[in-house]
T-cell receptor, first 110, second 109 residues
Framework: DADVTQTPRNRITKTGKRIMLECSQT?????MYWYRQDPGLGLRLIYY???????NKGEISDGYSVSRQAQAKFSLSLESAIPNQTALYFC?????????FGSGTRLTVV | KQEVTQIPAALSVPEGENLVLNCSFTDSAIYNLQWFRQDPGKGLTSLLL?????REQTSGRLNASLDKSSGRSTLYIAASQPGDSATYLC????????FGAGTRLTVKP
């Protein structure tokens, strides 16, 4: 099993729909992150969490929310999806040094 | 605000060539720098992690250097192979991790 598992792998949704992306990890790390990747822009941080009771906004949090249900689970929600949220989304974990990434969720909003 | 730049954006080389990928960052107050590899449509695979107190790290044909004072890191790939074709990303960490846009490498047989 992968250290960081993201579901779904691919999703197409309509504008205005609510959608949740899920992430679970078996690394035992306290720190978890959500990034989005757009062509030519690299990865940008959406939200991060240093433990179950800690949630922090990243540089592009508008239009997104997160929930840290347990140490191992961190979900990302788009309350009302819009086309410019079409991107590749990555979850990552860290023990405070290096990062481990999931395989990504490709989200298309039509 | 930390800005991370990678040059060149794309690079094509013949197999067997040694090559250098560059990464620069604007704020030298970092904890570490990490190089990743990303295959098309896939996740990121960590290649090398350099702590702020270190100057370089090596893994097989890969060598990464860090000059914190000048805000630069290089990833050296020796004897490149077609299987090295991928996008290479550098990222610097302070409170969170900031990424460059990557260098897309193509190694031609």
């Amino acid at each position: 099993d992968a250290d960081v598992t993201q579901t779904p792998r691919n999703r197409i949704t309509k504008t205005g729909k609510r959608i949740m992306l899920e992430c679970s990890q078996t690394k035992g790390h306290d720190r978890m992150y959500w990034y989005r990747q757009d062509p030519g822009l690299g990865l940008r941080l959406i939200y991060y969490s240093f433990d179950v009771k800690d949630i922090n906004k990243g540089e592009i949090s508008d239009g997104y929310s997160v929930s840290r249900q347990a140490q191992a689970k961190f979900s990302l929600s788009l309350e009302s999806a819009i086309p410019n949220q079409t991107a590749l989304y990555f979850c990552a974990t860290s023990d405070g040094t290096g990062y481990t990434f999931g395989s990504g969720t490709r989200l298309t909003v039509v | 605000k930390q800005e991370v730049t990678q040059i060149p954006a794309a690079l094509s080389v013949p197999e067997g060539e040694n090559l250098v990928l560059n990464c620069s960052f604007t704020d030298s107050a970092i904890y570490n720098l990490q190089w990743f590899r990303q295959d098309p449509g896939k996740g990121l695979t960590s290649l090398l992690l350099i702590q702020s107190s270190q100057r370089e790290q090596t893994s097989g044909r890969l060598n990464a250097s860090l000059d914190k004072s000048s805000g630069r890191s290089t990833l050296y790939i020796a004897a490149s192979q077609p299987g090295d074709s991928a996008t290479y990303l550098c990222a610097v960490r302070l409170n969170d991790m900031r990424f460059g846009a990557g260098t897309r490498l193509t190694v031609k047989p």
